[in-house]
């Protein structure tokens, strides 16, 4: 079973759109994340969850908008989309932890905006 | 969190031990060194952390040096399906930090 999966894991669409990803862990995990990796490969942390409440915001436009229904989903929702929107983003989770911190990665959604 | 050095990329024969080094000189006492990898077209795969001993599982050793200012990550038998960016990442533990992903080592393992 796949421990942290996403959906979809291809997703071409036009400028102007509205679009979600979901993404779903089976792991117990307290806590879910959003990357993006973007066309220059560095990763960066979008948004953090810790049972469903919002812990980490980096400056990301107000267009994505992060929902968290219950602990084991955080689905990224993304308005008007843009041409530099597209990226790969990693949902990722990892248990609650005041020490070492193992983040289990998702298989990524390849995002194209034409 | 501290920022880290690591080489663009290195080479490794396949079956040869890969020896991955990283420079953290501006490490907090309560940072832990993290090392992750991304093989092409997946997801960030955890391979090990420590804060201060060097630390052994099934995938690497991780060896910290006694200032903790670097770091080696040691693959003992590189395998073709070892090839991958290599990220050293140091952070405060807790989940509620976040891992900040720098430019990583691309290793390539030859036949």
């Known amino acids: 079973d796949t421990a942290v999966s996403q959906t979809p894991k291809y997703l071409v669409t036009q400028m102007g759109n509205d679009k979600s990803i979901k993404c779903e862990q089976n792991?117990?995990?307290?806590?879910m994340y959003w990357y993006k990796q973007d066309s220059k490969k560095f990763l960066k942390i979008m948004f953090s969850?810790?049972?469903?409440?919002?812990?980490i915001n980096e400056t990301v436009p107000n267009r994505f908008s992060p929902k968290s229904p219950d602990k084991a989903h955080l689905n990224l929702h993304i308005n008007s989309l843009e041409l530099g929107d597209s990226a790969v983003y990693f949902c990722?989770?990892?248990?609650?932890?005041?020490?070492?911190?193992?983040?289990?990665f998702g298989e990524g959604s390849w995002l194209t905006v034409v | 969190d501290a920022k880290t050095t690591q080489p663009p990329s290195m080479d490794c024969a396949e079956g040869r031990a890969a020896n991955l080094p990283c420079n953290h000189s501006?490490?907090?006492?309560?940072?832990?060194v993290y090392w992750y990898r991304q093989i092409h077209s997946q997801g960030p795969q955890y391979i090990i952390h420590?804060?201060?001993n060097n630390e052994t599982n099934e995938m690497a050793s991780l060896i910290i040096t006694e200032d903790r200012k670097s770091s080696t990550l040691i693959l003992p038998h590189a395998t073709l399906r070892d090839t991958a960016v290599y990220y050293c990442?140091?952070?405060?533990?807790?989940?509620?930090?976040?891992?900040?992903f720098g430019k990583g080592t691309l290793l390539t393992v030859n036949p």
């Open positions: 990722a989770s990892s248990p609650l932890s005041a020490t070492g911190n193992t983040i289990y």
């Open positions: 792991l117990g995990h307290d806590t």
């Open positions: 969850y810790n049972n469903k409440e919002l812990i």
């Open positions: 501006t490490i907090s006492g309560n940072e832990y």
């Open positions: 420590g804060l201060k």
């Open positions: 990442i140091v952070r405060v533990g807790g989940s509620n930090y976040k891992l900040t």
